[in-house]
T-cell receptor
Framework: NAGVTQTPKFRVLKTGQSMTLLCAQD?????MYWYRQDPGMGLRLIHY???????AKGEVPDGYNVSRLKKQNFLLGLESAAPSQTSVYFC????????????FGQGTRLTVV | AQSVTQPDIHITVSEGASLELRCNYS??????LFWYVQSPGQGLQLLLK??????LVQGIKGFEAEFKRSQSSFNLRKPSVHWSDAAEYFC??????????FGSGTRLSIRP
């Protein structure tokens, strides 16, 4: 039972490069989220999705794009990476939004140099 | 706007001592509240949640939390901590816009 799987687990990018982080869940969850975690700031929501084909902006969406073409996958893209995007990124999913538990992936540690 | 405040950045307690981690929320309606734990290098795991009903909720690993509407608080407690409880703890609230909002976290260290 895989749950929420994030790939890659680690990545180093040069400023200006692009990349895509993949999140896959096998729990048939409707809702999916992308967070970034920075020291002293907790988890901040980047983008989220309430179902296949939908996306919405969170607290810190600038510099990121997302897509939810399939229910089980939620992709986070960085078109032109900046050092300020150095962070640990977490994907999460939940069965529905209101009050249900979110299940988290193990995180992706991204460094932009 | 909904928000969650965890006023303690870092707490150190002795093994076997009791623990209370503070959480205050800002939310207009009845909140859906959560406590998550993050061990080093790991993702987040749900400890417990409050939706309605009994204001004292029990969770995994011997943790409990009490919802106090009058104080807008949802503090996490444990009667006797173990060294394995050293981790970072996050309080969270489910907002009206289909989002889960997290506090900034409290890092717990255990003194032998």
């Amino acid at each position: 039972n895989a749950g929420v799987t994030q790939t890659p687990k680690f990545r180093v990018l040069k400023t200006g490069q692009s990349m895509t982080l993949l999140c896959a869940q096998d729990m048939n969850h409707e809702y999916m989220y992308w967070y970034r975690q920075d020291p002293g700031m907790g988890l901040r929501l980047i983008h989220y999705s309430v179902g296949e084909g939908t996306t919405a902006k969170g607290e810190v969406p600038d510099g990121y794009n997302v897509s939810r073409l399939k229910k089980q996958n939620f992709l986070l893209g960085l078109e032109s990476a900046a050092p300020s995007q150095t962070s640990v990124y977490f994907c999460a999913s939940s069965y529905e939004g209101r009050g249900t538990e979110a299940f988290f992936g193990q995180g992706t540690r991204l460094t932009v140099v | 706007a909904q928000s969650v405040t965890q006023p303690d950045i870092h707490i150190t307690v002795s093994e076997g001592a009791s623990l209370e981690l503070r959480c205050n929320y800002s939310y207009g309606a009845t909140p859906y509240l959560f406590w998550y734990v993050q061990s080093p290098g790991q993702g987040l795991q749900l400890l417990l949640k409050y939706f309605s009903g009994d204001t004292l909720v029990q969770g995994i690993k011997g943790f409990e939390a009490e919802f106090k509407r009058s104080q807008s608080s949802f503090n996490l407690r444990k009667p006797s901590v173990h060294w394995s409880d050293a981790a970072e703890y996050f309080c969270a609230v489910y907002s009206s816009a289909s989002k889960i909002i997290f506090g900034s976290g409290t890092r717990l260290s255990i003194r032998p």
